[in-house]
């Protein structure tokens, strides 16, 4: 079985909001985190977050427009609100990380992305 399972991609326009969420069936560890992967990047860590919640951090290109949260430990949400068309890509639930990171590599589990597309 997929450790996680995101859902929530689509289509938006530019200006547009989507929320993605992610099940997690699995230990979430420490840290848990979004990716996102784009024709003009590899794979990077766009936002972070604490199993308790208490710590977060956005990465630059996203910050103020994206939000991330956790719902009890079980569901890791990314409400992304003024989409641009430089957020395009496959995004990435991931956990497990035993250290606040944005490292894909201290993430043990992952889900299998989803597909976000903004396009006027």
């Known amino acids: 079985q997929v450790p996680l399972v995101e859902s929530g991609g689509g289509s938006v326009q530019p200006g547009g909001s989507l929320r993605l969420s992610c099940e997690i069936s699995v230990d979430t560890g420490n840290y848990l985190a979004w990716f996102r992967r784009t024709p003009g990047d590899e794979r990077r860590g766009i936002a972070l977050?604490?199993?308790?919640?208490?710590?977060i951090h956005y990465d630059t290109s996203v910050k103020g427009r994206f939000s991330i949260s956790l719902d009890s430990h079980d569901t890791l949400y990314l409400q992304m609100n003024s989409l641009k068309v430089e957020d395009t890509g496959m995004y990435y639930c991931?956990?497990?990380?035993?250290?606040?990171?944005?490292?894909?590599?201290?993430?043990?589990?992952w889900g299998r992305g989803t597909q976000v597309t903004v396009s006027a």
């Open positions: 991931a956990a497990g990380s035993r250290r606040f990171s944005i490292d894909s590599d201290d993430y043990p589990s």
């Open positions: 977050i604490s199993s308790g919640g208490s710590h």
